[in-house]
């Protein structure tokens, strides 16, 4: 079955997208309904048992009164919620700092806003820029953390590679055969081959161990942010984990937040620690977020095609599979012109191979020749478009012009260039 009506992918692929998280967010909705409206219902049953014993014993009657019982419950419902009872002082300079870097972070609590006209005004011009700085960073770490990970990968790669090319010249020496055979291993790993001639581009990780590495690192995070923020906070260790979950995803319901209190012990190290875990942890759980999306977005092409071509076998090039150890091989700058010819033809024999289509990622030169963009190639054809409106050039005139494709910004772009290729992620 093909998609109606000639559909484009990205659109096809976007609109399967919305249906989804729709589907979702109804599923969710019936989920917390189930837990939470009981709860709900019993706490509002307490308050009003409550209230109306107070005003049997105590008020008799009386208009008055109750009307001074309302007045005064209605003032401590808005002290209590801006936070002026039993808490310090909100607008102290650390206070202000915690604010701004709800405001950078775009977490949010709520348990500090603005009430003064100015500082309203003065939030959306200072949240416009901070936020836009804070996603900079966001992305910025996105593609270190990633590069991090590669490296660490490729260096495991690259000794897996040494060792099983020395236990199979060592039992060809064994071998009586042994001159008649051909090497099932290219020699590109000998042992004076220097590991830092070889480019980092031309093997890429997995992006499921990179996922795997960064889903640890987050709950490591959050478990010892956790524990410092249970005892000093007096929070069960679970709402504390719950409340690093909830900042960290920049959700920041407000329910929970930390340095509230109007003293803790070694409260300048508390502070500090608390603003490098809820940086960190930002960081970290907005990576992985990142690569989790990027799995989704294989979930959804692989619908897609199984959509548009019936009960073929589509499944190779958006499942993972599991892949031999000798898959993909490192190839050193000094020695890439012996095999161009010979890798040449190969890519042209097997440019559909389970090796191509597994969850592996191609080389960043098969990357860029499959994709047609990155994000250094968007960047120049927006500053050729200012370019053309302001009569300064043309596009037609730029060599080499490509086509600006949807996803090729954002994100889910720089984590997409870093991993997939194109039958992985652009479609």
């Given at each position: 079955m093909c998609l109606c009506g000639g559909l484009a992918e990205d659109n096809a692929r976007f609109i399967l997208l919305a249906v989804v998280l729709v589907a979702y967010m109804l599923a969710g909705a019936v989920l917390f309904q189930r837990l939470e409206s009981d709860l709900e219902i019993r706490q509002?049953?307490?308050?009003?048992?409550?209230?109306?014993?107070?005003?049997?014993?105590?008020?008799?009657?009386?208009?008055?009164?109750?009307?001074?019982?309302?007045?005064?419950?209605?003032?401590?419902?808005?002290?209590?919620?801006?936070?002026?009872?039993?808490?310090?002082?909100?607008?102290?300079f650390p206070g202000s700092f915690h604010f701004v870097g709800t405001i950078v972070s775009t977490i949010g609590y709520g348990s500090t806003a603005p009430q003064t006209t100015a500082g309203k005004a003065?939030?959306?011009?200072?949240?416009?820029?901070?936020?836009?700085?804070?996603?900079?960073?966001?992305?910025?770490?996105?593609?270190?953390?990633?590069?991090?990970?590669?490296?660490?990968?490729?260096c495991w790669h690259v000794r897996r590679l040494k060792k099983l090319r020395r236990s199979t010249l060592a039992s060809r020496r064994v071998s009586k055969s042994s001159s008649a055979q051909k090497p099932s291993l290219p020699d590109i790993l000998d042992d004076d081959d220097d590991d830092d001639n070889v480019d980092l581009d031309q093997w890429k990780p997995s992006v499921y161990w990179v996922m795997?590495?960064?889903?640890?690192?987050?709950?490591?995070?959050?478990?010892?942010?956790?524990?410092?923020?249970?005892?000093?906070?007096?929070w069960d260790y679970f709402d504390a984990l719950y409340f690093a979950f909830v900042s960290f995803t920049t959700i920041g319901f407000g329910d929970y937040v930390s340095t509230q209190k109007p003293s803790y012990p070694y409260v300048h190290w508390y502070?500090?620690?608390?603003?490098?875990?809820?940086?960190?942890?930002?960081?970290?759980?907005?990576?992985?977020?990142?690569?989790?999306?990027?799995?989704?977005?294989?979930?959804?092409?692989?619908v897609i095609h199984k959509l548009q071509y019936g009960n073929r076998d589509v499944a190779a090039p958006y499942l993972p599979r599991r892949q031999s150890s000798v898959s993909t091989i490192y190839y050193s700058k000094r020695r890439a012109?012996?095999?161009?010819?010979?890798?040449?033809?190969?890519?042209?024999?097997?440019?559909?191979?389970?090796?191509?289509?597994?969850?592996?990622?191609?080389?960043?030169?098969?990357?860029?020749?499959?994709?047609?963009?990155?994000?250094?190639?968007?960047?120049?054809?927006?500053?050729?478009?200012?370019?053309m409106q302001r009569g300064g050039g043309s596009l037609a005139a730029t060599p080499n012009h490509q086509v600006l494709k949807p996803g090729a910004v954002g994100p889910l772009a720089i984590a997409s260039e870093k991993f997939e290729s194109k039958s992985a992620i652009n479609r």
């Open positions: 509002a049953t307490e308050f009003w048992r409550v209230y109306h014993a107070f005003r049997r014993h105590h008020l008799r009657g009386s208009p008055l009164a109750l009307q001074r019982l309302h007045e005064l419950l209605y003032a401590y419902g808005n002290a209590s919620a801006i936070g002026i009872i039993n808490k310090r002082r909100r607008w102290d003065a939030v959306v011009l200072y949240g416009f820029f901070g936020c836009s700085g804070g996603i900079l960073f966001f992305n910025l770490f996105l593609e270190r953390i990633i590069t991090f990970l590669a490296w660490i990968l490729r795997l590495y960064l889903s640890v690192t987050s709950c490591i995070i959050a478990c010892c942010a956790a524990a410092l923020y249970a005892p000093l906070e007096g502070r500090f620690a608390n603003f490098v875990f809820l940086l960190v942890g930002c960081c970290c759980i907005y990576s992985l977020l990142n690569v989790t999306s990027i799995v989704i977005k294989q979930g959804l092409n692989y012109t012996r095999f161009v010819g010979r890798d040449s033809i190969r890519a042209e024999e097997n440019s559909e191979t389970p090796r191509r289509m597994s969850g592996e990622l191609i080389s960043m030169k098969d990357f860029l020749s499959a994709n047609k963009v990155s994000l250094a190639l968007m960047q120049k054809q927006l500053y050729d478009a200012a370019q």
